[in-house]
T-cell receptor, first 109, second 114 residues
Framework: EDQVTQSPEALRLQEGESSSLNCSYT??????LFWYRQDPGKGPEFLFT???AGEEKEKERLKATLTKKESFLHITAPKPEDSATYLC??????????FGTGTLLAVQP | ETGVTQTPRHLVMGMTNKKSLKCEQH?????MYWYKQSAKKPLELMFV???????ENNSVPSRFSPECPNSSHLFLHLHTLQPEDSALYLC?????????????FGPGTRLLVL
């Protein structure tokens, strides 16, 4: 069964304190791994899609990496506006998007 | 309007009411989705439409009835809901279904069933 586990559930950082969020997955025939950002009361906002192990993508202070078992979302020198829930999802042979429960990130000034 | 829009943004309804949620995508996509998001739970896929044809019904109770009149519009008709149906209902679209296509989400409709 396809499954996604995100850790930690919640993370509190000081502004400028870099860290990483983890997304562990099991899927039959990975077709894509997706990272989204979700602000309270809003829909998920697309960040990255990774397709194969070794792939990396960057956007501003965020960098996503992928191995055969997990993905990391690295946040470098975060700012308070980076506070949000970060969601990871995988698409496999079933063509369905399977989501994790997310990591709630709070960045304090 | 750009991206994926949803109306209404908030809805309160009694268990005997009938209401509809509307979704519109302005991205030229061919696939549309309904998801349910409850607190502390992963997003749950409800329905998938590809080129206006329903291709997925993820064991959703019949009190939820989807409609896709064209590739830009998607509706979710609600009737005789239960309090446990209270959640954030999200619409998404993608160019195609499958093959690792990225899905783009709307802002959601926050539904409260009394």
């Amino acid at each position: 069964e396809d499954q996604v586990t995100q850790s930690p559930e919640a993370l509190r950082l000081q502004e400028g304190e870099s860290s990483s969020l983890n997304c562990s997955y099991t899927v039959s025939g990975l077709r894509g791994l997706f990272w989204y950002r979700q602000d309270p009361g809003k829909g998920p906002e697309f960040l990255f899609t990774l397709y194969s192990a070794g792939e990396e993508k960057e956007k501003e202070r965020l960098k996503a990496t992928l191995t055969k078992k997990e993905s990391f979302l690295h946040i470098t020198a975060p700012k308070p506006e980076d506070s949000a829930t970060y969601l990871c999802a995988v698409s496999g042979a079933t063509n369905k998007l399977i989501f994790g429960t997310g990591t709630l990130l709070a960045v304090q000034p | 309007e750009t991206g994926v829009t949803q109306t209404p943004r908030h809805l309160v309804m009694g268990m005997t009411n009938k209401k509809s949620l509307k979704c519109e995508q302005h991205l030229g996509h061919n696939a549309m989705y309904w998801y349910k998001q409850s607190a502390k739970k992963p997003l749950e896929l409800m329905f998938v439409y590809s080129l206006e044809e329903r291709v997925e019904n993820n064991s959703v109770p019949s009190r939820f009835s989807p409609e896709c009149p064209n590739s830009s519009h998607l509706f979710l008709h609600l009737h005789t809901l239960q309090p446990e149906d209270s959640a954030l209902y999200l619409c998404a679209s993608s160019l195609l279904t499958g093959l690792g296509e990225t899905q783009y989400f709307g802002p959601g409709t926050r539904l409260l069933v009394l």
